[in-house]
Antibody, heavy 128, light 107 residues
Framework: QVQLQQSGPGLIKPSQTLSLTCAISGDSVSSDSAAWNWIRQSPSRGLEWLGRTYYRSKWYNDYAVSVKSRITINPDTSKNQFSLQLNSVNPEDSAVYYC??????????????????WGQGTTVTVSS | DIQMTQSPSSLSASVGDRVTITCRASQSISNYLNWYQQKPGKAPKLLIYAAYSLQSGVPSRFSGSGSGTDFTLTISSLQPEDFASYYC?????????FGPGTKVDIK
């Protein structure tokens, strides 16, 4: 059974860097079929996909344009986890942050992206 | 980015009702469409992927249909545990955008 356990601070000051970690059990961050994602949710922005990291002979990342200049998602193979860093945060970055797995679901030999396992969520407040 | 819209934004229904939620993409996404259920204080739960494929463990009263730009989530007979918010997500291309959600509450 795959589980994702999030950790990181819930309160951060404007202009600082938000750092969250997602520890994986029951799967591998180096899986050649899965991808590892960060999503956030706020009343003003709804559910917002932030980015992903995945391994296909080498590491790849994709990021949402809205945060591309400020975001880094890194795998940590030694600890089987992945992390989110969001620089220069402002109050609009206040949200519940989730990590999630895309397992690489197959339908008629075609791969489909979907998020089947989620972390518990971390409420992040950006405030001085 | 592909924009997703949903209708209605909320609905009231009774146990046993047939409920239909619509999702529309701003451009054709073939069948690259997921549906999630979310209850207050919890993470979203995957119900349907590839527009009509039922995720393992999800009751068969949930079904999805559609292709191109227009999609539907149907709950054939609403159960007490189905009162929640429902979100569509396009999985055609990054960024994998979500719809704004439909809240289903008790009439």
């Amino acid at each position: 059974q795959v589980q994702l356990q999030q950790s990181g601070p819930g309160l951060i000051k404007p202009s600082q860097t938000l750092s969250l970690t997602c520890a994986i059990s029951g799967d591998s961050v180096s899986s050649d079929s899965a991808a590892w994602n960060w999503i956030r949710q706020s009343p003003s922005r709804g559910l917002e996909w932030l980015g992903r990291t995945y391994y296909r002979s080498k590491w790849y990342n994709d990021y949402a344009v809205s945060v591309k200049s400020r975001i880094t998602i890194n795998p940590d193979t030694s600890k089987n986890q992945f992390s989110l860093q969001l620089n220069s945060v402002n109050p609009e970055d206040s949200a519940v942050y989730y990590c999630a797995r895309d397992p690489g679901l197959m339908v008629t030999n075609r791969r489909y992206y979907a998020l089947d396992v989620w972390g518990q969520g971390t409420t992040v407040t950006v405030s001085s | 980015d592909i924009q997703m819209t949903q209708s209605p934004s909320s609905l009231s229904a009774s146990v046993g009702d047939r409920v239909t939620i619509t999702c529309r993409a701003s451009q054709s996404i073939s069948n690259y469409l997921n549906w999630y259920q979310q209850k207050p204080g919890k993470a979203p739960k995957l119900l349907i992927y590839a527009a009509y494929s039922l995720q393992s463990g999800v009751p068969s009263r949930f079904s999805g249909s559609g292709s191109g730009t227009d999609f539907t989530l149907t709950i054939s007979s609403l159960q007490p545990e189905d009162f929640a918010s429902y979100y569509c997500q396009q999985s055609s291309s990054a960024p994998f955008t979500f719809g704004p959600g439909t809240k289903v509450d008790i009439k």
